[in-house]
């Protein structure tokens, strides 16, 4: 059972970060552009948007996220686009309750047409069990190419 709490923990946490509305941007220009929590995702965007965060306990917690300005690849041997996503859950308070690196990995081979923007979907399965509280959660979205990442943190609450 707690291993179980703490893979719900994480997939809330990787959830609620790629819900962040904000803009954040990093020296290379890597941006996310979209990052919404939803009620379900059907495709690159088109989904049914969950603009409060709020996710009832037995339910599927969806979360949609685009991002463009990630580097490019040169050379023929290596990638054209590696992005990579982390996720970590706290409490309130700061504490890490889970955390894990490449939760989403996305990576192009050369010789493609480079994409403008790349998307991404998550979703969680949300226990009846879960505990009904609001955790912190903070997405990193890494580039491999150009050595650099952005990070979100947003609130996601479970009822």
Do not use: C, H
């Not at 997939?11 to 954040?24: D, I, P, Q």
């Not at 995702?41 to 339910?59: A, I, K, L, Q």
Request: aromatic content about 10%; charged content about 25%; hydrophobic content about 45%.
């Amino acid at each position: 059972m707690t291993r179980q709490l703490v893979l719900l923990l994480m997939a809330v946490l990787f959830v609620t970060t790629l819900l962040v509305e904000a803009n954040l941007q990093s020296e290379v220009g890597m941006e996310i552009v979209r990052a919404e929590w939803a009620y379900e995702v059907r495709g690159e965007g088109d989904y049914d948007p969950n603009p409060s965060g709020v996710f009832r306990r037995g339910t599927r917690a969806y979360a949609y996220i685009e991002v463009e300005g990630f580097a490019l690849g040169t050379a023929a041997d290596d990638p054209l686009v590696d992005l990579r996503v982390d996720v970590a859950l706290r409490t309130r308070t700061g504490v890490k309750l889970y955390s894990q690196a490449e939760v989403v990995e996305y990576t192009l081979k050369q010789p493609a047409s480079p994409p403008e923007l790349v998307w991404f979907y998550i979703w969680v399965d949300i226990p009846r069990w879960a505990p009904r509280a609001t955790y912190k959660a903070e997405v990193i979205v890494r580039d491999l190419v150009a050595a650099e990442a952005i990070s979100l943190q947003r609130e996601i609450t479970v009822e």
